[in-house]
């Protein structure tokens, strides 16, 4: 049965930092392909950053440049996101995605709230 499980979000200070964890299992992590999506109240769900199998590449969106990491352990079949001097834009649920090779087959997390106040 294949699971994502996230962990980490909370209610953090405008400025602050937070580091989500994405924990897998079920399938064979260091073949995917993973990312981190989020979803703001009324708007679309929006790709953060996603990072290659191996962990040799990644890319994130125009909006968390400079702010945001995303990092994989492999042997602990564990994605990771390093958010800092977050923003109240920032506010969302937060997805681990996953993506196997050579096939169409995809897999969610339940999501995990990050909420940026003062």
């Known amino acids: 049965q294949v699971q994502l499980v996230e962990s980490g979000g909370g209610l953090v200070q405008p400025g602050g930092s937070l580091r989500l964890s994405c924990a897998a299992s079920?399938?064979?992590?260091?073949?995917?392909?993973m990312s981190w999506y989020r979803q703001a109240p009324g708007k679309e769900r929006e790709l953060v950053a996603s990072?290659?199998?191996?962990?040799?590449?990644?890319n994130s969106a125009d909006s968390v440049k400079g702010r945001f990491t995303i990092s994989r352990d492999n042997a602990k079949n564990t994605v990771y996101l390093q958010m800092n001097s977050l923003k109240p834009e920032d506010t969302a649920v937060y997805y681990c995605?996953?993506?196997?090779?050579?096939?169409?087959?995809?897999?969610w997390g339940q999501g995990t709230q990050v909420t940026v106040s003062s």
């Open positions: 079920g399938f064979t992590f260091s073949s995917a392909a």
């Open positions: 990072i290659t199998s191996t962990g040799g590449s990644t």
């Open positions: 995605h996953a993506k196997r090779p050579y096939t169409s087959t995809q897999y």
